[in-house]
């Protein structure tokens, strides 16, 4: 599974690390460490995948999208399907769920936009 941190390497001078984060619960705290670990060692985070975005995202998947953006600096670099890792079609799933830095299509900042939680929003 692509879901929690993993950090994936990076090879060749200048390139940055890129990680994988859970969509859901304990991810900000997650993400955090995560960013502080490759910062202590001069290391730049070239961004974070949400590895497997859930089909219908509850609250916290949806609330995160803002925070993890606040934390990574950034809109996610990406947001992989839940599913993707085992999908037959691996490389097109991943081309729609990556930003183009990545070699993907997909555009960050709308996707954040599309799917996070709407601010005033009252619980049902």
Do not use: Y
């Not at 730049?44 to 995160?64: F, K, M, Q, Y």
């Amino acid at each position: 599974m692509l879901e929690g941190i993993v950090i994936v390497s990076g090879t060749g001078t200048g390139v940055g690390k890129t990680f994988t984060t859970a969509a859901g619960l304990g991810t900000l705290n997650d993400t955090t460490l995560t960013l502080e670990a490759p910062a202590a060692r001069d290391v730049r985070c070239a961004g974070a995948v949400i590895g497997a975005w859930p089909t219908e995202p509850d609250l916290a998947a949806r609330s995160n999208l803002a925070d993890l953006t606040h934390t990574i600096g950034e809109p996610p670099a990406g947001a992989l399907a839940q599913g993707a890792a085992t999908a037959p079609d691996f490389r097109r799933v991943a081309e729609v769920g990556l930003a183009p830095r990545l070699g993907g299509t997909l555009d960050p900042a709308d996707f954040v936009r599309r799917n996070r939680e709407p601010v005033g929003v009252d619980a049902p």
